[in-house]
């Protein structure tokens, strides 16, 4: 499903997507490890659940790049190691100076961990 992503290369990309449709939408998905936490806790870092997100939403723009202007996000609930989560991207408009793209980011049983706008700018 990487072949059809124009703006990141397959080593760039966070995640393994599971499908994906160009400039509409796509899912991925990501276990967490025990690495990605903070040391001494078992919380996932913010940094690699907002990698997760914005691979998934640059992802989307048919261009060569893809960065973010403006990122409206919300950790809705914290994320444990060794936890599968799943990302949803959407494209929801394409406007004259740019995207916006919409990710919810689930776990295995559908409970919503994060959510984000992210307002991208495509870079010929």
Do not use: C
Request: net charge positive; proline share 2%.
């Amino acid at each position: 499903t990487m072949k059809h992503v124009t703006s990141l290369s397959p080593a760039e990309f966070i995640g393994d997507m599971i499908n994906f449709t160009p400039s509409v939408g796509a899912t991925s998905r990501l276990e967490t490890t025990k690495d990605m936490t903070f040391e001494g806790m078992n919380v996932v870092k913010g940094q690699y659940i907002y990698s997760f997100a914005e691979s998934m939403a640059i992802s989307l723009i048919p261009t060569k790049a893809a960065l973010v202007g403006v990122a409206n996000i919300k950790y809705v609930e914290k994320i444990e190691a060794d936890t599968v989560i799943y990302a949803h991207a959407e494209m929801r408009k394409k406007t004259a100076s740019g995207y916006i793209v919409w990710v919810r980011i689930l776990d295995e049983n559908d409970s919503l961990k994060f959510k984000g706008k992210f307002i991208l700018k495509g870079i010929v």
